[in-house]
C-alpha cells in the first residue's frame, strides 16, 4: 500500500484512526482503499466527487496496468481538488459498499467522475465490470460478480448531479467468453442520461490491448489531456482519440458518448481549475436536494436537508416527515383497554403487543439484474411494511450494515440455523421476513401502423414471500404476488420512434408484486396471529 498524506484540516488523533483503520481494512480485505477531503466540508457548487477502481489480479487472465492506470489517475484528480474514492482489485463482496459510498457522497449540483481500468463484458447489451475473483461460469452469474454500468449512471441521476464524467479503460478480451452464450467483445453502445459524457477506450465492440508501457495506451493519453490547462473536456478527449489512434495506426479508437452543458476545464479555465461555467440557482439546487430526498423512508437523508437548509422552504415538512417515520419504525403502540379490568388489561396488553420482524434478505432467482433487484426489493418491502404499520422492524439498510450484502441476497441468514441464531441474538426480533423474485422479464415489441410505429416495454414480476419463527426456524406463512407494467413510445410520422424505457416501471411492476404479496401474507397472520 502506498503511503497516505495526512488530510487537512483534521486533528493528529482523527489522523491516526484514519490509518488505524485503514490498516485493518487492508487486513481484512485484499482490496486497498483510499480517499480524500471530507466531501461534506466542501461546498456544493465545488464538490467533485470520483470513485476510481483498478482491477488487475483476476483469478482468470490477470492484467499488467489497470492498478497502475488508477494510481495515477486517483493522484491526477486529487491535485484538481477532488475527493476520491479509490479501490484497487475489488472483491465481489466490495461493490456494494463501495457503490453505496460513493452514492452517498454525491450532493445536488456537485461534479461526478467514475474511472474503472480492468475487464468489461457484455450481456444483452448491458456492460458489467467484473469483480478480480468472479466465479463466472455462465452469463447468469456475471450480476452479482460485476459492476453494472447502467446501475453506476442511475445513480448519478438520483443524485441530482450536475455534470458526470464516465472514462472506462475496459474493453480488453472477455475472459469468460467461452462460457457465454452471445459472443459479443468489447463493451455495448450507451445510452448517455443528460449531462453526462462517457469516455471508452475503444469503439462499442471492439477491444484495447492492455499496454506494454506502465499504463494503458488509452490511460497514458488521457493522463496527459486532463493536464492541459484550459483545454475543455471535449477537446481534451479529441486530444485522447487523435493520440491513441495515431500510436496504434488504427486499431485502437477511443469513443465518446453525451453530452453536457456548459463548458468543464480540469486545469484552469475562465473561472479557475474544474469548473463548470453554467449558470446555478440556489433556489434550484435546493429543490433538487429535496426531491432526492422527500420520498426516502430514512429520516438521516431528511435530517441531511435540514442540516444543509435549516430555514429551508420545506423543512417544516421535512420535520414532520421525521416525526412520521420514528412513530411507525420504533413506536410500540399498546391498544387502548378496559380500565376497569386491571387482569383483562395486563392480557390485552401481551397478546395485542406489536412482534418484531427482522426483513432477512431478498433473494433474487430471476436472471435480471440480480444485484439491483435484490437490493430495490428489500427496500421496498421495507417502506410497505412501514406504511402497513402491523409489525415493528428492523429496516433493510440497517440489515445491510449489520450483515455481509452476499449473505443477505441469498437468504442465508435464515436458511442455515447457524446463521439464523447469529442473525436472531443480534437483532432480538420474533419473526423474520424473506423473500424471492422467481420472475422478472423484460420484454420488448414493436407495433407498426400505416402512420406510426410504436416501441412498446412489458415487464413481468413475481415475488414470493415467507415468515418463519425466528427461534426454531417454522415455517409460518407465505404468499407470492404478480404484476405487469406496460410502457409505450410513438413516434412521427416517419416511424421514427421517440423516447427510451425508464427503469422506474420495472420498479413500479417489482413494487406491486410485492404489495400484493405482503398484503396477503399479513392477512393471514392476522387470522392466526393469537397462534404465535
Not at 455462465?138 to 450536475?162: F, Q, W, Y
Not at 429543490?287 to 435540514?306: G, H, K, M, P
Request: aromatic letters at 8%; proline letters at 4%.
Amino acid at each position: 500500500m502506498r503511503e497516505k498524506q495526512k488530510p487537512g484540516g483534521r486533528s493528529c488523533w482523527q489522523y491516526l484512526s484514519v490509518c488505524v483503520l485503514a490498516g485493518l481494512t487492508a487486513i481484512l480485505i485484499s482490496g486497498t482503499v483510499f480517499a480524500t477531503s471530507d466531501p461534506g466540508t466542501v461546498g456544493q457548487q465545488d464538490l467533485k466527487v470520483a470513485l476510481v477502481i483498478g482491477n488487475s489480479k483476476y483469478l482468470s487472465s490477470p492484467l499488467i496496468n489497470p492498478v497502475n492506470d488508477s494510481r495515477a489517475f486517483a493522484a491526477k484528480l486529487r491535485t484538481f481538488g477532488f475527493y476520491v474514492i479509490e479501490r484497487e482489485n475489488l472483491q465481489a463482496k466490495q461493490i456494494p459498499p463501495v457503490l453505496r459510498e460513493f452514492r452517498a457522497s454525491l450532493k445536488p449540483g456537485s461534479v461526478a467522475l467514475f474511472f474503472y481500468a480492468g475487464h468489461g463484458l457484455q450481456i444483452k447489451g448491458s456492460n458489467y465490470l467484473p469483480a478480480v475473483d468472479a466465479d463466472i461460469t455462465s452469463e447468469e452469474d456475471v450480476p452479482m460478480n460485476s459492476i453494472e454500468l447502467n446501475k453506476v449512471l442511475d445513480m448519478l441521476g438520483e443524485a441530482k448531479t450536475r455534470l458526470n464524467l464516465v472514462f472506462l479503460d475496459a474493453c480488453r478480451n472477455n475472459p469468460y467468453s467461452r462460457s457465454f452464450r452471445s459472443g459479443a467483445g468489447g463493451l455495448a453502445k450507451v445510452e448517455a442520461p443528460s449531462g453526462t459524457l462517457i469516455s471508452f477506450a475503444t469503439r462499442p465492440g471492439s477491444v484495447a490491448a492492455d499496454g506494454e508501457g506502465q499504463h494503458g495506451l488509452y490511460t497514458e493519453y488521457l493522463l496527459k489531456a486532463i493536464d492541459e490547462p484550459n483545454l475543455q473536456i471535449e477537446q481534451a478527449l479529441k486530444s485522447v482519440v487523435s493520440g491513441v489512434k495515431k500510436t496504434s495506426k488504427g486499431q485502437q479508437e477511443p469513443w465518446m458518448e453525451g453530452s453536457i452543458e456548459g463548458d468543464f476545464y480540469f486545469r484552469g479555465g475562465p473561472g479557475g481549475e474544474g469548473k463548470t461555467h453554467a449558470p446555478a440557482d440556489p433556489l434550484s439546487l435546493e429543490v433538487a436536494f429535496w426531491e432526492s430526498v422527500r420520498d426516502s423512508r430514512d429520516s438521516r437523508d431528511l435530517q441531511a436537508y435540514i442540516d444543509k437548509y435549516p430555514k429551508g422552504q420545506f423543512t417544516p415538512l421535512a420535520k414532520v416527515r421525521i416525526e412520521g417515520l420514528l412513530k411507525l419504525a420504533l413506536k410500540d403502540p399498546v391498544p387502548s383497554v378496559d380500565r376497569s379490568s386491571a387482569s383483562n388489561s395486563v392480557s390485552n396488553s401481551a397478546s395485542n403487543r406489536r412482534k418484531l420482524v427482522a426483513i432477512a434478505g431478498f433473494e433474487n432467482k430471476s436472471t435480471y439484474g440480480a444485484d439491483k433487484l435484490w437490493d430495490t426489493s428489500g427496500q421496498l418491502l421495507t417502506s410497505n411494511l412501514l406504511e402497513m404499520g402491523v409489525f415493528r422492524l428492523v429496516e433493510w439498510e440497517k440489515m445491510k450494515q449489520l450483515f455481509d450484502w452476499q449473505a443477505l441476497s441469498t437468504n442465508s441468514l435464515v436458511k442455515s440455523p447457524e446463521s439464523r441464531e447469529k442473525a436472531r441474538k443480534i437483532l432480538l426480533t420474533e419473526f423474520f421476513l424473506s423473500g424471492a423474485v422467481t420472475h422478472y422479464d423484460v420484454a420488448q415489441k414493436s407495433e407498426v401502423s400505416a402512420m406510426s410505429k410504436r416501441k412498446v416495454y412489458i415487464t413481468d414480476v413475481r415475488v414470493d414471500l415467507q415468515m418463519q419463527d425466528s427461534a426454531t426456524g417454522e415455517y409460518i406463512s407465505g404468499a407470492s404476488g404478480e404484476a405487469s407494467e406496460r410502457q409505450e413510445f410513438s413516434g412521427d410520422f416517419s416511424g421514427g420512434q421517440t423516447g427510451t424505457w425508464d427503469p422506474k416501471s420495472g420498479d413500479k411492476a417489482l413494487n406491486k408484486a410485492i404489495q400484493m404479496a405482503l398484503q396477503k401474507l399479513v392477512d393471514n397472520y392476522k387470522l392466526h396471529k393469537d397462534e404465535y
